[in-house]
T-cell receptor, first 120, second 113 residues
């Protein structure tokens, strides 16, 4: 079965602090994709990044960076020098390649999310 | 290029009534997904379409729920005989192909009284 665990329910930091959001996943598939989405108070999910299971290179995009480690089944997300605008719920998601009925679906399995509050 | 749009944004209905939601995906996106999100939880998969074909339905989707995507463009999600447990945010997403990232719409918030 596929599963995504985000153990951190809420994190509160002060502006300019660095913060890491943890994500641990479970899957038996050898080919899969991992995602991070941001859900600000407005409610719309915003795509941040997609990584496939064959690419373990870390990625940096501005103040955002992602650390993918297959050995520990983790895909952690770090925000450097956090800002108030980063306040949101962040979801990690796993793409299931095989559906319950077989075949490729790419349906997303989400974790329960981490609420990040950045205080000024 | 416009994003995914959903209508209505909010819907309040009485228990037992039928409701229908609409999703317009990003143009030329072949795949369209429906998810449901309750308070404090991540979105849960309901069903998806490849063009006009509905290829998978979650066990969460009871027989009161039906979805269509005529002509492979917009999609509708209908809930018959609504129950209070149906109260949730219903999210639609689309992607170009099966391995691509999904882009989400703003959602339709359903409240069943």
């Amino acid at each position: 079965a596929q599963k995504v665990t985000q153990a951190q329910t809420e994190i509160s930091v002060v502006e300019k602090e660095d913060v890491t959001l943890d994500c641990v996943y479970e899957t038996r598939d050898t080919t899969y994709y991992l995602f991070w989405y941001k859900q600000p108070p407005s409610g719309e999910l915003v795509f941040l990044i997609r990584r496939n299971s064959f690419d373990e290179q870390n990625e940096i995009s501005g103040r955002y960076s992602w650390n993918f480690q297959k050995s520990t089944s983790s895909f952690n997300f770090t925000i450097t020098a956090s800002q108030v605008v980063d306040s949101a719920v962040y979801f990690c998601a796993l793409s299931a390649i095989r559906s319950d009925y077989g075949g490729a679906t790419n349906k997303l399995i989400f974790g329960t999310g981490t609420l990040l509050a950045v205080q000024p | 290029d416009t994003g995914v749009s959903q209508n209505p944004r909010h819907k309040i209905t009485k228990r037992g009534q039928n409701v229908t939601f609409r999703c317009d995906p990003i143009s030329e996106h072949n795949r369209l997904y429906w998810y449901r999100q309750t308070l404090g939880q991540g979105p849960e998969f309901l069903t998806y379409f490849q063009n006009e074909a509905q290829l998978e339905k979650s066990r969460l989707l009871s027989d009161r729920f039906s979805a269509e995507r005529p002509k492979g463009s917009f999609s509708t999600l209908e809930i018959q005989r609504t129950e209070q447990g149906d109260s949730a945010m219903y999210l639609c997403a689309s992607s170009l192909d099966w391995a691509d990232e999904q882009y989400f719409g703003p959602g339709t918030r359903l409240t069943v009284t």
